[in-house]
């Protein structure tokens, strides 16, 4: 049960890395790119290291994304 | 103080000064270059009383907070962290030499922030020459990346923000290369530290260990700009301020190869592998370097490009020797380390002070300059001279080190190679100094131009001095590293 | 005692189910709604609703005690949060001129009038 | 064609990568070298001689403290390099035409009264994981992000001149460098009152003296480390 979930979890994570390559729409890679973190922090949660996991969570899925958002609020929306 | 004290401060003290940095600029950033230059100075004065140390008791390790490896960390200094001298000397320098460089071209804004990152990349290649564990060295290693991105998009234009996006792209790479190799090294030793990963790889699986060597030796060479992962280097090192060039050709791709000569040390002292196959793939990429490099160095129209091709050149006669794995050839390549630093500095910050004062950096458009500008073109014409090859200067002994290492390992080819290599170099620099003296100037108000500043002319004149001084007393850093590649070498029994 | 007990878990495990029928129709909203609104105020179910009535099974199943506490105190958060979101998303939206979806044939009826 | 050949090259890389990695020993069984090696003196002896219950604590502030030194660095670098890249005036700024600045839409009451409800919440817990990290999970870093989290959301709800307000320049300045300095302010009365840079004290009446620095550097590091996002953002969104 705990191999099942961990691989789910796993495959969710190479679906987002994939998808993050593949949006064209920055916003929406940034938003792929924090369930992307959000993911990586169960993982590290459920190999039980709580601590990397908070790191991911307050790190990964927060302050990069907010940083994310100013800087394409700061150049253009759509890759090129 | 115990050395094990001066050790760490080598370390901390830069790193605090270049943290206190901003604090201690002010507003308009005046203060940050004199303190720059102290914390420089300071450090410094630490280099040489470790340096005095090592030549004395041989090498000797620091044990932060006490705890023995490995478990804690250790720094360790030998023979080849003696480059922190350079490091310091080079830092120095391009300090002093920024002053007149950052009020003319940087925003007031941005000049305290520019001391800052400096002093961080200096910190950053002092502790990764230092330091005796594997992510340490990672660690510095990110410290001195991430302020030479930066440093090379200090100037704000357009055309150096996108060479040192150029340059972080694969500077990420690199870094990622180099932490999956420590993780390796990791899952197969459980250590982190130098010498127990040595010991304990011995009776390690091979495939992952040779995994490990591949990647280390893919993420160095792309900070080393070796000749297919090269192609972030012209632009970075051209575009950039000139110190920083001086820095960045200087140091920072040193730091590239130091870290290989740190890799061998593990490999060669585990025998876990056999590196012969590698090291054939160093020699070639080596020599394909030196004349790719030479080569492509010969149609550059402008100057500071010319000289970025040139580091390319010079960073495979290293890697050459390293290659060859005999006793001159890595004697060679290790002081070519050093020699290369100072003599790519002088170039790089004389033409930084011409182009200060011109404000052209093409060799068309400074035609003429020797005439106005007599110091620093002979300080330049001297750095040629040296980094050509020329029997009384610093490029001398290490490129007939090389050589003779060559020889040595029976491949005597290379030797050829190396030859070919200094012929382009030379061609190349001919045409500098031909354009320098002896050519009427297009734009005749170079005539007119003043000799560069003081704080800029002193640091160009001491590395040009540095650079006969070496090729005179040559022998002596190459009595002191002999120690330190005999002993790196032994496993091999060579 | 047994038999509250059984009810107890029987009443966790219809409120779990409840939850996870609700993210079911939260997730099939999401990708079969029309237009951003619609999809939001689906995906804004799921929060609430699905995720309110796990942990309320949930907090039936621990009785009192600590954790108990921290699933209220979770609950609570997700109650603020999760529809303050919704309306930050669909009012920045609007505010930026994003017009609701209309069915063809009601659009057809305006264009008559 | 271009695809293709991306494809060739990641399973050429592929393979000898995976077949190298099936080389290593078994992940996660207790006889590998990582488990057999060093963790178990960092799991038996940490508590005791290092100062923290939290033997992730024990590892990252004191056994290898001098690598927190440098990442707090590295975190320092990296606003220096935002500092240095966008400072000041630019030349040739150019922003595509059609591309609105930033929305004017105004902050919708809702949100703005459910952040003041929560921010406080949030400025509790992250004190707490910044105090608590030598007992339970967290510490400075992750007590530095949420912090900087809840800097940024108000920033966006209150707007940047009042949240800047609230930490003036000067201040700020010294706060964006407190990670390493407090890092060097410990680490430097190691070296004179133990011997070594970065040791604690660690005789067994002592433990308490070890565990007060592991809390100082876990305050220091949360609040600079917080400082240096909350900077990073600001500087970033700067309009000028």
Not at chain 2, 307 to 313: D, F, N, P, Q, V
């Amino acid at each position: 049960m705990s191999r099942a979930f961990d691989i789910t979890l796993l495959l969710l994570l190479i679906a987002c890395a994939l998808a993050v390559i593949q949006t064209k729409d920055l916003l929406g890679a940034v938003v792929i790119f924090s369930t992307y973190s959000l993911i990586m922090c169960l993982i590290w949660q459920h190999r039980g290291a709580p601590d990397v996991a908070m790191t991911e969570a307050a790190v990964g899925a927060g302050v990069t994304s907010a940083l994310f958002l100013v800087a394409i609020s700061k150049t253009v929306r759509k890759e090129k | 103080m115990p050395a094990s004290a001066l050790l760490v401060g080598v370390i901390i003290i830069p790193l605090v000064g270049a943290v206190l940095t901003p604090v201690v600029g002010g507003r308009s950033g005046r203060a940050a270059g004199p303190w720059a230059l102290a914390v420089m100075l300071v450090t410094s004065a630490i280099a040489l009383m470790l340096i005095v140390h090592v030549a004395n008791v041989g090498p000797f390790s620091a044990y932060l907070g006490g705890w023995e490896p490995p478990y804690g960390i250790e720094l360790r200094f030998d023979e080849f962290s003696a480059s922190t001298s350079v490091i310091c000397l080079l830092g120095t320098l391009s300090i002093l030499f920024s002053f007149k460089y950052a009020e003319k071209e940087l925003p007031p804004e941005r000049i305290r922030y520019y001391y800052t990152l400096l002093l961080l990349n200096l910190t950053g290649m002092i502790g990764f020459v230092v330091t005796g564990d594997i992510f340490n060295l990672f660690v510095f290693m990110e410290i001195l990346s991430l302020s030479g991105y930066a440093l090379v998009a200090v100037s704000g234009e357009r055309t150096a923000e996108m060479a040192a996006f150029k340059y972080l792209i694969m500077g990420a790479v690199s870094s990622l290369m180099v932490l999956f190799a420590i993780g390796l090294l990791y899952a197969l030793t459980g250590s982190l530290n130098m010498a127990d990963i040595s010991v304990r790889l011995a009776g390690a699986e091979k495939a992952p260990a040779m995994l490990a060597i591949a990647a280390f030796t893919v993420g160095f060479m792309v900070k080393a700009a070796l000749f297919p992962l090269h192609i972030w280097l012209p632009d970075a090192h051209a575009i950039a301020p000139s110190p920083v060039s001086a820095i960045l050709s200087g140091l920072v791709v040193k730091t590239g190869l130091l870290g290989m000569i740190r890799i061998y040390q593990i490999y060669y002292g585990a025998k876990v592998l056999d590196l012969s196959a590698l090291n054939t793939v160093l020699v070639w990429l080596g020599a394909i370097s030196i004349v790719m490099g030479a080569f492509f160095a010969i149609f550059q129209e402008d100057i500071k490009m010319m000289l970025a091709y040139s580091t390319i050149s010079n960073v495979g006669y290293i890697i050459m020797g390293l290659g060859l794995a005999s006793q001159y050839g890595v004697i060679g390549a290790a002081v070519h380390i050093f020699n290369h630093a100072l003599i790519k500095a002088t170039l790089f910050l004389g033409a930084g002070a011409i182009i200060y004062r011109t404000g052209y950096r093409n060799l068309t458009d400074l035609r003429g300059i020797g005439r106005s500008m007599p110091l620093t073109t002979a300080a330049i014409s001297i750095g040629a001279i040296s980094i050509v090859g020329m029997p009384p200067t610093a490029g001398f002994l290490c490129k007939w080190y090389i050589a003779l290492g060559a020889v040595e390992a029976g491949q005597p080819l290379f030797a050829v190679a190396l030859v070919f290599g200094a012929l382009f170099i030379f061609v190349y620099y001919i045409r500098m100094v031909n354009t320098f003296y002896f050519q009427e100037p297009v734009h005749p108000e170079i005539l007119e131009v003043e000799e560069a500043p003081l704080s800029m002319l002193f640091p160009v004149l001491i590395l040009a001095a540095l650079c006969l001084i070496m090729g005179i007393l040559g022998r002596i850093p190459l009595s002191f590293v002999e120690p330190a590649v005999t002993r790196l070498l032994a496993p091999l029994g060579g | 005692m047994n038999a509250v007990e059984a009810i107890l878990r029987a009443l966790t495990v219809i409120l779990c189910a409840i939850g996870a029928f609700y993210f079911f129709i939260g997730t099939v909203g999401m990708l079969r709604l029309p237009d951003f609104y619609s999809r939001t105020h689906a995906a804004t179910k799921c929060d609430t609703v699905g995720a309110g009535s796990i942990l309320l099974g949930l907090m039936l199943m621990q009785g009192f005690g600590a954790i108990t506490l921290k699933l209220i105190a979770l609950t609570a958060l997700l109650l603020l949060s999760s529809p303050t979101a919704g309306h930050a998303l669909a009012r920045a939206a609007f505010r930026t001129g994003l017009k609701p979806w209309r069915s063809p044939e009601h659009t057809e009826g305006e264009d008559a009038t | 064609m271009k695809r293709a050949l991306t494809v060739a090259l990641l399973v050429v890389v592929a393979i000898p990568l995976l077949y190298a990695v099936a080389q290593l020993p078994q992940h996660g069984s207790p006889m590998t070298p990582p488990y057999t090696h060093i963790s178990p003196r960092y799991l038996e002896k940490g508590p005791e001689e290092a100062g923290a219950e939290n033997i992730v604590t024990d590892v990252i502030l004191n056994y290898r403290g001098f690598d927190t030194n440098g990442e707090v660095t590295v975190i320092f670098t990296s606003l220096a390099a935002v500092c240095a890249v966008l400072l000041g005036s630019r030349k040739g700024d150019e922003r595509p035409a059609g591309e609105p600045s930033s929305s004017a839409v105004p902050v919708s009451d809702v949100v703005s009264f459910v952040v003041r409800l929560l921010s406080p919440l949030i400025a509790i817990f992250a004190v707490y994981v910044m105090l608590f990290g030598h007992i339970s999970p967290g510490g400075g870093f992750q007590s530095g992000a949420i912090l900087a989290a809840l800097v940024i959301v108000t920033t966006v709800i209150v707007g940047r001149k009042q949240a800047e307000a609230l930490v003036p320049v000067r201040i700020r300045r010294l706060l964006q460098v407190a990670a390493p300095l407090t890092f060097f302010v410990v680490g430097v009365s190691g070296l004179f009152l133990f011997g070594d840079y970065l040791a604690y004290p660690k005789t067994e009446g002592q433990m308490w003296l070890a565990t007060a620095w592991l809390i100082v550097i876990g305050i220091g590091i949360g609040v600079g480390g917080a400082a240096v996002l909350a900077s990073i953002f600001w500087t970033m969104g700067d309009d000028s």
